[in-house]
């Protein structure tokens, strides 16, 4: 776990079939300006690792994050979760003084 982040089990088997199925080395998580409600996590499967990138690697998969993005996702938890609605990644994010409904867009 670099910086505290943890990626819980659902999250890494979801990831991991993806990345085979897309034929991908990586998932890049990404915090990006915008969203409605300041800024939003935006997700990639790719299979090049930037200068800038924090590598976390676990026994199935490698994430990749920019430095940038890992200050504003510190200490969080990347889940991915089945609800009747559908199926999508959740960040349960402690710097967060706000989320919006959609769960891709916070504020801190």
């Known amino acids: ?8 089990t659902s999250a890494q088997n979801h990831i991991a079939k993806v990345l085979q199925k ?6 890049r998580i990404t915090v990006m300006g915008g969203g ?4 939003q996590y935006k997700f990639d499967f790719e299979n090049s690792k930037n ?5 976390i690697k676990t026994n199935k998969i490698e994430v990749l994050i ?3 993005s890992l200050e504003f996702i510190k200490s969080s938890k990347i889940d991915y979760v089945h609800e ?6 959740r960040i349960t994010n402690p710097q967060a003084s706000s989320s919006c409904g959609c769960g891709t867009s916070f504020s801190v």
């Not at 897309?22 to 998932?27: E, H, L, Q, V």
């Not at 409605?36 to 800024?39: D, M, N, R, S, Y």
Request: charged share 20%; hydrophobic share 45%.
């Open 84 to 89: 009747l609605i559908g199926s999508s990644f």
């Open 36 to 39: 409605c409600a300041g800024f």
């Open 1 to 8: 776990m670099i910086d505290n982040i943890e990626i819980t």
């Open 66 to 68: 920019d430095n940038l």
């Open 22 to 27: 897309d034929n991908a080395r990586y998932f």
């Open 51 to 55: 200068h800038d990138d924090i590598l």
